[in-house]
């Protein structure tokens, strides 16, 4: 959420087979052995003894059933004490309840049943709400709840119970919590609603995507202990593509294949299963890395909860995180729940990596999607324990603080709320071989729990320094909503890249014409080094790019002077002001070939910027064949053309605007000197240029030197609006140049990849136009 005007370790799937339910789990990895028991309130061992409580599921004709909690709470009574009436004999199951133990949190697997645990500090009372497989309707629900003993379902500050009888797969569960009503100390407790589990590693909720009738649904944990390993196969790797290599595609997974054009079925659309149909086309387009808008379990309706000038839209990106464990149910196929998810995003991210594509996820680890205090959402965090999950204004009513604008900060640097993210990370890299992160608004995770910025942040740091994670890409996007703006500051430990947003502002301003940008463009192209060159930071820590997902696509970028946002009930009040962009001449959609030609070239202009530039270049889904979503710069709630990638309009330039960005991206993997793994030197490249004090000059050349082989590049930047004939070097020894991209040409002119032969000593350069010539034999 861009809110600024801008090796590989053991696997093992959590769907174990049935055989592992004798084997006693590992202690917790993270919160046993990272975080000292004082800080989780745990004077000593981690769990009690054993119960001896049973109890029966009782068909309840309400949503919960009083005696039965309090009956089964009684841990010390005998089977035949707790025996409960039944409605009908197929109704009947015996449970039996001990008291566990604390870690690992979650749901896990021990010898005789499943163990329940959940983090809770504040909390007076929990009760264990379970949602039992093929019992009760949609209108007769069938929960039966277990109040933990705090003298025996508790060690320190975790809440646990272990229950024998419930079935391996199919299971619903929550936790109803109460504790102080103190709002201005920072409590939110309210016992009326069930819980998700924050280590919950699947959640059940509605089954199709913006199904307004499911709307009201309630959300689940469940989990999986059934199924058999996910088969990555004996001869599966991960690409491990380095740093340098890479051009990341940014992407959303719904919004890729929804659209009827992609041809697909319509139970495939919208779905992981879909990202694998089109896999060719993002090989023909040339990336090698796929970084996924949000794919943890989010709420698509959350705007639908009450009347509001937003009621109208979905949530279509995702940036509303319900959990950070369980991968978004409804982008299975057919609806097929959140097992099925699980297993075809692995589907996915294994298709991917056997095409040698790198998979990233966009993580939403600064606010959940609980809202603000005006209008609060409580489905887990807020209930459970409010006061260790988010930043308070203790001064203020203990207030929810909103670094993140959406209405609460996590409280990431907190000892639990940190080794909640660090599992949550592991998981994913574990449980899913993801490659990488990109971390949203990533400022906030450098705040500490009152809000004030953090000079050595520990939750980063130890993202950095974390053995399993150290494999992985971790891009940081540099600013929060509160201002803490750290591009080319976050705090790196020389591991996290950022997402360069002072490179998406500077090229933005110097391709539209702007005066005085020559300089800084020159900067921004050969690697940012006045950002990144300290330590051991190399030119990949700059994540080069010049459109997101937030903002203009780059056809929009070209095409509108202003936002045009009335479709998203804010009167226009939303997404950013400062674009740095330019209509060419006519605001919007038009019909006049000049403008539509110079749109073209300039278009054409920003991704031979972007490719040519050190460091790693990001470019946005749809961009390859311009997709536009008229000029709206903060689509995030349209589930609709708007953002869904129109696979017809891809057939319709397949020959011109995408030949040309395809080409574009395969000329930088076949050329090194243009992905260097350290900073320019004065040997690497020529300037040019004699008068960089000139305001007013918008014409920039320079020659970048292949010390190999002499194949050098040299390449001319033209913003004013009139021819420059440029005087041309000579090439190297033995070599001459060929023309590769001319943007002023015409398809397939603009860019032919063996090079047309080029002898002259100077080359007429359009207004709003650049060239590519090659050194060859």
């Not at 079925?265 to 896999?279: C, F, H, M, Q, T």
Request: hydrophobic fraction near 35%.
């Amino acid at each position: 959420m861009d809110s600024v005007g801008t090796n590989r370790p053991p696997l093992r799937s959590v769907a174990a087979p049935r055989s592992s339910a004798l084997r006693r789990p590992p202690r917790h990895p993270a919160l046993g052995n990272r975080v000292a028991a004082s800080k989780l309130g745990i004077a000593s061992g981690l769990g009690g003894g054993t119960g001896g409580c049973f109890g029966k599921v009782h068909r309840l004709d309400a949503v919960r059933d009083t005696r039965a909690r309090a009956q089964s709470g009684r841990t010390g009574s005998s089977a035949t004490e707790l025996a409960m009436e039944c409605t009908g004999p197929s109704t009947e199951m015996l449970l039996k309840y001990s008291s566990g133990k604390a870690f690992p949190l979650g749901v896990s697997e021990v010898e005789g049943g499943l163990n329940f645990s959940i983090f809770s500090q504040h909390a007076s009372s929990v009760a264990l709400c379970l949602k039992l497989p093929d019992r009760g309707t949609k209108d007769d629900v069938e929960i039966v709840e277990f109040a933990l003993n705090c003298q025996k379902n508790k060690t320190g500050d975790i809440w646990h119970v272990s229950v024998e009888g419930l079935p391996a797969s199919g299971v619903l569960y929550g936790y109803r919590i109460n504790g102080p009503r103190g709002w201005e100390q920072g409590h939110r407790f309210d016992s009326s609603v069930i819980l998700l589990d924050p280590y919950a590693k699947l959640v059940s909720g509605r089954k199709y995507f913006g199904a307004d009738e499911e709307k009201s649904s309630q959300v689940f944990g469940t989990y999986d202990f059934d199924s058999y390993p996910f088969d990555w196969d004996d001869d599966y790797l991960l690409p491990n593509l380095p740093e340098t290599d890479l051009v990341i595609y940014e992407m959303n997974v719904r919004a890729f294949t929804a659209d009827e054009s992609s041809g697909l079925d319509p139970a495939v659309r919208g779905s992981y299963l879909g990202v694998i149909e089109k896999i060719p086309h993002l090989l023909e387009l040339g990336v090698n890395a796929v970084e996924l808008l949000p794919v943890f379990e989010f709420d698509e309706l959350e705007f639908k909860r009450y009347p509001n000038p937003r009621d109208h839209m979905v949530n279509t990106w995702g940036y509303s995180t319900m959990n950070f464990f369980a991968p978004m149910s409804r982008y299975a196929s057919a609806g097929g729940g959140p097992v099925a998810a699980s297993k075809e995003l692995k589907k996915m991210v294994k298709a991917l990596h056997n095409a040698g594509i790198e998979v990233i996820l966009d993580v939403v680890y600064n606010h959940t999607n609980e809202a603000d205090d005006a209008n609060p959402y409580i489905t887990s965090f807020r209930g459970i324990d409010n006061k260790v999950y988010y930043m308070l204004d203790l001064n203020n009513n203990a207030q929810l603080l909103n670094f993140s604008g959406c209405g609460n900060t996590l409280n990431c640097n907190h000892p639990v709320v940190m080794e909640l993210i660090l599992d949550s990370l592991r998981h994913w890299v574990n449980e899913y071989h993801i490659d990488g992160f990109r971390f949203d608004l990533a400022s906030v995770l450098c705040r500490g729990p009152n809000g004030s910025p953090l000079d050595a942040p520990p939750l980063i740091k130890e993202i950095a320094k974390d053995s399993v994670l150290s494999r992985c890409k971790i891009i940081a996007e540099p600013w929060d909503c509160g201002g803490l703006y750290l591009v080319g500051r976050f705090p790196n430990w020389d591991r996290w890249a950022e997402w360069n947003g002072q490179y998406r502002d500077d090229i933005r301003r110097y391709i539209k014409g702007d005066a005085g940008m020559k300089g800084v463009f020159a900067t921004r192209v050969s690697g940012s080094a006045d950002l990144y060159q300290v330590n051991k930071r190399k030119p990949h820590h700059s994540v080069n790019f010049v459109i997101a997902h937030d903002g203009f696509t780059l056809y929009d970028l070209v095409s509108y002077n202003l936002k045009h946002n009335h479709a998203n009930g804010e009167s226009g009040r939303d997404g950013c002001n400062d674009n740095f962009s330019w209509n060419c001449g006519v605001e919007g959609e038009t019909n006049d070939l000049n403008v539509l030609n110079l749109r073209s070239r300039q278009m054409k202009n920003f991704h031979v910027a972007l490719m040519i530039s050190q460091g790693i270049p990001m470019m946005l889904m749809g961009d390859e064949y311009a997709h536009t979503r008229y000029g709206n710069n903060n689509s995030y709630g349209h589930d609709t053309f708007i953002n869904h990638f129109q696979w017809g309009q891809l057939e319709e330039r397949r020959d011109g605007h995408f030949r040309f960005f395809s080409e574009m991206i395969k000329f930088r993997h076949n050329h090194r000197i243009l992905r260097r793994d350290r900073f320019l030197n004065k040997n690497d490249v020529t300037w040019h240029e004699d008068c960089w004090e000139n305001q007013e000059s918008k014409f920039l050349a320079f020659t970048v030197h292949d010390h190999n082989s002499c194949e050098d590049i040299y390449l001319a930047f033209n913003a004013h609006d009139y021819f420059v004939n440029s005087v041309i070097p000579p090439p190297p020894h033995h070599k001459c140049w060929n023309r590769v991209v001319d943007t002023n040409l015409e398809s397939p002119n603009d860019i032919v990849p063996e090079g047309v032969p080029f002898s002259g000593s100077r080359y007429r350069i359009a207004p709003y136009s650049c060239i590519l010539l090659k050194a060859k034999l």
